[in-house]
């Protein structure tokens, strides 16, 4: 059974970089990574995606090795703002949707 | 601004009543779906549709039904069937069946007593 698995909850402090890894290793050929970031209350908002290597945008970057079976989520120098939950998502598009969620990292940052 | 809007946020309903839940989307998207999030059980699929007048169960449609009459609403109704209807409901929408990547709407808390 396909599993998307990452750390329960994190702790940080103001201005580190936070690295958060999951794994997933039953990924097929055609699915994707996501990471998404939610607040109390709130819809969950898109970070960032990959399929392999590195992407970077302007919040993120994530890390994709070849084997593809782990993720990790790139946070530089986070702020209190950054305190939420992080999903990891492996999607496969097409007629039979493919979403395995992991079940959140919850991520505090400390002044 | 294109977005989705869940309506309403708060829903306080008696036990053994149906209740509907509203989702709207003005983003032109094809694909539509349910998600129920309880505490530590992160978000699980409901229902989706990838298309007007089509839909198709998620992980745990029992008790629950949809409908797509429209491109832009996804309805979800919350059945007596339900046995732990208690719960914060999300809807989200994709381009369309292919695209990766969703918007999500802010969430409606649904509490049954």
């Known amino acids: 059974l396909a599993k998307t698995t990452q750390p329960i909850s994190m702790d940080s402090y103001e201005g580190q970089e936070v690295n958060i890894t999951c794994s997933h290793n039953?990924?097929?050929?055609?699915?994707?990574i996501t990471w998404y970031q939610q607040f109390p209350s709130q819809g969950p908002r898109f970070i960032i995606q990959?399929?392999?290597?590195?992407v970077t945008n302007e919040v993120a970057s994530l890390f994709i090795p070849a084997d593809r079976k782990s993720s990790t989520l790139s946070l530089p120098r986070v702020s209190l703002s950054d305190t939420a939950v992080y999903y990891c998502?492996?999607?496969?598009?097409?007629?039979?949707?493919?979403?395995?969620w992991g079940l959140g990292t919850s991520l505090a940052v400390n002044p | 601004d294109g977005g989705i809007t869940q309506s309403p946020k708060y829903l306080f309903r008696k036990e053994g009543q149906n209740v509907t839940l509203s989702c709207e989307q003005n983003?032109?998207?094809?694909?539509m779906y349910w998600y129920r999030q309880d505490p530590g059980q992160g978000l699980r699929l409901i229902y989706y549709?990838?298309?007007?007048?089509?839909?198709q169960k998620g992980d745990i449609a029992e008790g629950y039904s949809v409908s797509r009459e429209k491109k832009e609403s996804f309805p979800l109704t919350v059945t007596s069937a339900q046995k732990n209807p208690t719960a914060f409901y999300l809807c989200?929408?994709?381009?369309?069946?292919?695209?990766?990547?969703?918007?999500f709407g802010s969430g409606t808390r649904l509490t049954v007593v």
């Open positions: 989200a929408s994709s381009r369309d069946r292919d695209s990766y990547g969703y918007t």
């Open positions: 983003l032109n998207h094809d694909a």
């Open positions: 549709s990838q298309i007007v007048n089509d839909f």
């Open positions: 039953n990924i097929a050929t055609n699915d994707y």
């Open positions: 990959g399929y392999k290597t590195k």
């Open positions: 998502l492996v999607e496969g598009a097409g007629n039979n949707r493919k979403l395995i």
